[in-house]
């Protein structure tokens, strides 16, 4: 399969795509840098804050997995602090969700995933977006 991940230079980004790759996946990459052409995947620039992907290039996937947001660890939890972790996730999953959807073929599957320390350990209690703190 051709798997699209966006946050693969994070902890659980870089196993996950380690793991793709050795199950024979083949991996494309949005990074926010330069891209590196002796990459392991293939790489494509993209900027959610001003929000810049040019998704015709990337061609077809199969499966977007969107390893969302900035880091909720390191720093206190000012309000500019608050402001960054929430548009590093809601900035970057609009702008991929709006551009794959307007690919001529969209993935069949799209994954987000973010920090989710916030709610703590429930055991197996479902959780949601209206799940207070744990």
Sequence with gaps: MRILVS?????????LI??????????????RR???????????????EHEIFDYKD????DIAIHLSGSSIAGARW????????RNS???STQLLSKSLGQMTNPPK???????????GDRGDE???????PG
């Design 58 to 61: 990337v061609g077809s996937i």
């Design 7 to 15: 946050g693969g230079s994070g902890l659980i980004g870089q196993a």
């Design 34 to 48: 330069n891209t590196n052409p002796g990459a392991l995947t293939e790489e494509f620039s993209w900027d959610p």
């Design 109 to 119: 599957l799209l994954i987000v995933a973010s920090g989710m320390g916030f709610y």
């Design 126 to 132: 479902p959780l949601n977006e209206h799940s207070g």
């Design 89 to 91: 996730r809601v900035l």
């Design 78 to 85: 000012s309000g500019k602090r608050k402001l960054l972790i």
């Design 18 to 31: 380690t793991t793709l790759l050795s199950e024979g996946h083949q991996v494309v990459q949005l990074v």
